[in-house]
Nanobody, 126 residues
């Protein structure tokens, strides 16, 4: 059983920064693909960033490129999302997700991921 637990959300002013964490447990994650998604009220869940656990290949949605950085720490079984220059439109619940079957390209559809965390709220005020 895979468990994903997010933390680090909160309220921040526009231009500020937050770092989200996702601690993974339950299985070896050497071949997993991990991702961050977000969902704003009345909107569909959106891919934000993804990382291949083994080779650190990454992918980002265009709207966060240059502002967000995804990374992982093998020793801590933890994935991070460093979010800088935050904008009000970044406001959403952010979810950590995991896909157990490795592949070359990092998928961006929520349906491609099997495991999900409970989400953490990020609110950016203007």
């Amino acid at each position: 059983q895979v468990q994903l637990v997010e933390s680090g959300g909160g309220l921040v002013q526009a231009g500020g920064s937050l770092r989200l964490s996702c601690v993974a447990s339950g299985r070896p994650f050497g071949t997993f693909i991990m991702g961050w998604f977000r969902q704003a009220p009345a909107k569909e869940r959106e891919f934000v960033a993804g990382i291949r656990w083994d080779v650190t290949s990454t992918n980002y949605v265009d709207s966060v490129k240059g502002r967000f950085t995804i990374s992982r720490d093998f020793a801590k079984n933890t994935m991070y999302l460093q979010m800088n220059s935050l904008k009000p439109e970044d406001t959403a619940v952010y979810y950590c997700a995991a896909k157990s079957k490795n592949q070359i390209q990092i998928p961006t559809a929520p349906g491609d991921y099997e495991y999900w965390g409970q989400g953490t709220q990020v609110t950016v005020s203007s």
